[in-house]
């Protein structure tokens, strides 16, 4: 990893993200917005949002290769992420009726909350040195 964090630190905060944003997403996400429509696409988000639930069950039997299997997570996400965004929404965009999006809409609104990362340990926070 780029700062040398101990990898015990980065278990933590993926452990915590995942309870506190990733999980409630993803079921937000199937219940919610992928509900409607059972196509390929859709299909495609679902299997990987479970390869991503099974990589971060993995991570406590990773052993010697934790960090590999933390990079191996973040490429999961980064590509799950960049799927959404350029394949699948669009594509839901097209599929879904006004007044489907109109319904999503207003479901997720009324479940959704803003994004507050609380965790205490901001190891990815580069701290300055003494002498700088």
């Known amino acids: ?21 990733m999980l409630p997403h993803f079921r937000e996400e199937e219940t919610i917005l992928f509900l409607p429509v059972k196509d390929d696409k859709v ?17 406590h039997i990773a052993g010697n290769d934790t960090k590999v299997q933390l990079a191996e997570l973040a490429n999961l996400v980064d590509a799950h992420v960049r799927y959404e965004e350029r394949e699948l929404f669009p594509h839901l965009e097209q599929v879904l009726t ?15 909350e ?14 300055k040195r003494d002498n700088e």
């Open 1 to 21: 990893m780029k700062h040398e964090v101990a990898v015990d630190r980065m278990l933590s905060y993926v452990q915590y993200f995942w309870q506190q944003h």
């Open 43 to 59: 299909q495609r988000a679902v299997i990987e949002h479970e390869q991503i639930r099974e990589k971060i069950e993995a991570l």
């Open 98 to 112: 006004n007044d489907q999006l109109e319904w999503i809409g207003k479901q997720l609104n009324e479940k959704h």
């Open 114 to 127: 803003m994004l507050r990362d609380d965790f205490g340990d901001e190891f990815w926070v580069r701290k």
